[in-house]
């Protein structure tokens, strides 16, 4: 099965500056990559995705990258705010037709200091 | 739009005491749905998911059950607690129709005493 390695565990940014967050996976039938973004004592919300056919995408100060031959994904996030604050976790899973199911990483803990 | 709609909010059970939580989903039909467990500063545990009405998959052995009676409502349940059974639980869903991406709910916050 589908196995997840998130890193790091907690990141330390001053607002302002850029924050990495990487992601491993096994199973290269993967073929969907979500990050959710959870804030205390919410749902995880999810901030973007990508798809296995495509390599890279943006959304304002957000982007992910996908190296399917890596088997890695990365989640880039420009010009931090302390509101971007939060806990982060990547995804990886096989969608295929109606159905689909996700493996998480074990989350990272952003702390954006002003 | 679609909405999920989870509750209650947060639960404090005495151990060997019964559990269900409740969730709905409205805005959309036929989706997936999904329960899943996050230990406090851990990841996100997959308990149940379920394609269809009274169809329930099982990903982890545990005291725990899970019911679908209708389309959009996915029940979580135990007959007896236990101590390990506290933490954050999350309902969610997907479709097709959405790109199988999975859409959370808010949360229920279960304290086991």
């Given amino acids: 099965g589908e196995n997840v390695e998130q890193h790091p565990s907690t990141l330390s940014v001053q607002e302002g500056d850029s924050a990495v967050i990487k992601c491993t996976y096994s199973d290269s ?10 804030e205390l004592g919410k749902g995880p919300q999810l901030i973007i995705d ?7 995408k943006k959304d304002q100060r957000i ?4 190296n399917k031959t890596a088997k890695h994904f990365s989640l880039h996030i420009t010009e931090t705010q302390p509101e971007d604050s939060a806990v982060y976790f990547c995804a990886a899973g096989l969608v295929r037709g109606s159905q689909g199911n996700l493996i998480f990483g074990k989350g990272t803990k952003l702390s954006v200091k002003p | 739009s679609q909405t999920i709609h989870q509750w209650p909010a947060t639960l404090v059970q005495p151990v060997g005491s019964p559990l269900s939580l409740e969730c709905t989903v409205e805005g959309t039909s036929n989706p997936n749905l999904y329960w899943y467990r996050q230990a406090a500063g851990r990841g996100l545990q997959l308990l149940f998911y379920s394609v269809g009405i009274g169809q329930i998959s099982s990903e982890v052995p545990q005291n725990l059950s899970a019911s679908r009676p209708q389309d959009r409502q996915f029940i979580l349940s135990s007959k007896k607690l236990l101590l390990s059974d506290s933490g954050f639980y999350l309902c ?14 808010e949360g229920s916050w279960l304290t086991v005493v």
């Avoid at chain 1, 039938?29 to 959870?38: E, V």
């Fill in chain 1, 63 to 66: 982007a992910v990258t996908l």
């Fill in chain 1, 29 to 38: 039938a993967s073929n969907y990559f979500p990050w959710y973004k959870q």
């Fill in chain 1, 50 to 56: 990508i798809r296995s056919n495509v390599g890279e």
């Fill in chain 2, 92 to 105: 969610a869903w997907s479709t097709h129709a959405a790109g199988n991406t999975i859409y959370f709910g």
